[in-house]
């Protein structure tokens, strides 16, 4: 059973990109544990159909429309509600899109998360901020070992490059204003990013994913095509990241605050990775039927397509592990595309799918 989330009932707790994949996931997860939840985000949720309304979150919690570019309204927002802590996930999170709009997707990314920052700083309330950045902050030097969170930043694509952007940001920040040697006396902020990549879960439908676009071929009965067979990926279910992020974020609330301050790597069990057929193959199996076909082949370069985080500092600071392995998370993912598929009630699914992650945890 994943421990010492209680400190959760009751607290307000300020999330930024609640209405998409991962922002529904953790607002539902933070309901269960009776946190009194803010959502910021844009006014209509990135995807339709969405998790976020198809779970009917939006009545339970207090959510505000903004752009996280627009300073005066998010810092506004957190003078008023003074949460005490906030998970900021806006962001624009896709690499193709990034590269037909970078202005757009460096301003939201990096100065968005300066803005969050900047707005922390002025607000006593405030003990924690949680940024969301990637496992692609990285520079990909086609390592075989998992990148560790002193390893260098980099990016070539606007996406990752703006992640890292937000990553020197918060070090800033971090450096600047909220040293762990300075925390009790002249400020009491413990301030960390996050980083993890290919999440994966019921409720995603964004374009350019995997796991959504096999399940959108699987209910249409058509082939899944799969772009890049032989990729490897550090393919997570959506709640093992946000039970690291949830667990950090209890650590930051209490005494002893300042250990936690800094860079953490989320990732799955799996040692050698996944590769996209793997998955392609399990959800084929697990639906009952469906094939897939393989589109552009001459992509698929196993020597430029591998990726993996290094979480043994989660392991040994937190205690923290994954709850689920590469087959638990698939079988999570086919119930829920199938709930969704025969009209069944999401909220009710959402919920036991978070019990049941959480009960998983062993440590
Ligand atoms: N899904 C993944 O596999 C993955 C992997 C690594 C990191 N991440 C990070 O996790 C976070 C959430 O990703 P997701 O997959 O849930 O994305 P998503 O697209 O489903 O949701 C993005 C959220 O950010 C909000 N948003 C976007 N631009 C905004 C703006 N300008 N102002 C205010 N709100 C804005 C949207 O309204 C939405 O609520 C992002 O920071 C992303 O970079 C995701």
Same mark, same amino acid.
């Given at each position: 059973m994943l421990k010492g989330l209680d400190i959760y009932k009751g607290r307000k707790v300020l999330i930024t990109g609640q209405t998409g994949f991962k922002g529904s996931w953790l607002t539902g997860w933070c309901l269960q544990l009776g946190a009194n939840v803010v959502g910021y985000s844009l006014p209509q949720?990135?995807? +339709?159909? +969405?998790? @976020?309304? &198809?779970? $009917? !979150? %939006? /009545?339970?919690?207090?959510? =505000? %429309?903004?752009?996280?570019?627009?300073?005066?309204?998010?810092? #506004? &927002?957190?003078q008023d509600?003074?949460?005490?802590i906030i998970f900021h996930m806006a962001a624009q999170p896709l690499v193709l899109p990034s590269l037909e709009n970078p202005r757009e997707t460096f301003a939201t990314n990096a100065i968005g998360t300066i803005n969050v920052l900047e707005a922390a700083r002025h607000c006593d309330a405030v003990k924690a901020v949680i940024c969301i950045t990637t496992d692609k902050v990285y520079e990909n030097?086609?390592?075989?070992? /998992?990148?560790?969170? =002193?390893?260098? &930043? /980099?990016g070539?694509?606007? @996406?990752?490059? +703006? $992640?890292a952007m937000a990553e020197l940001a918060i070090n800033s920040y971090v450096q600047s204003f909220f040293r762990p040697e300075w925390y009790g006396d002249r400020h009491t902020v413990a301030v960390a990013s996050v980083r993890a990549g290919n999440v994966i879960g019921g409720g995603d439908f964004a374009d350019f994913r995997l796991v959504p676009d096999c399940m959108k071929a699987l209910i249409d009965n058509g082939p899944i095509v799969v772009r890049n067979p032989n990729y490897i990926r550090p393919w997570q279910?959506?709640? =093992?990241?946000? /039970?690291? @992020? !949830?667990?950090?974020?209890? $650590?930051?609330? #209490?005494?002893?605050?300042?250990? @936690?301050?800094?860079? *953490?790597?989320?990732g799955p069990p799996e040692m050698n990775g996944i590769t996209t057929s793997q998955i392609a193959d399990q959800l084929i199996e697990l639906w009952g039927s469906g094939s897939w076909l393989c589109e552009n082949s001459d992509s698929d370069k196993l020597e430029t397509s591998y990726l993996r985080?290094?979480?043994?500092?989660?392991a040994r600071q937190l205690n923290w592990q994954p709850g689920y392995d590469w087959k638990d998370t698939m079988r999570d993912i086919v119930e829920w595309y199938?709930? *969704?598929?025969?009209? $069944?009630?999401?909220e009710a699914l959402m919920q036991a799918q978070i019990k049941r992650y959480a009960e998983s945890v062993t440590v």
């Open positions: 949720a990135p995807t +339709s159909p +969405s998790n @976020y309304e &198809l779970c $009917k !979150l %939006s /009545g339970r919690i207090h959510e =505000v %429309s903004g752009d996280i570019n627009d300073f005066d309204k998010i810092n #506004q &927002l957190i509600e003074r949460p005490e030097e086609e390592w075989l070992w /998992g990148y560790r969170e =002193v390893d260098r &930043l /980099g070539k694509d606007p @996406y990752s490059a +703006s $992640k279910h959506v709640l =093992v990241p946000l /039970g690291g @992020y !949830l667990l950090l974020g209890a $650590k930051m609330l #209490q005494p002893g605050a300042e250990a @936690y301050i800094g860079a *953490w790597n989320f985080l290094s979480w043994e500092k989660a199938r709930a *969704w598929d025969e009209g $069944k009630d999401l």
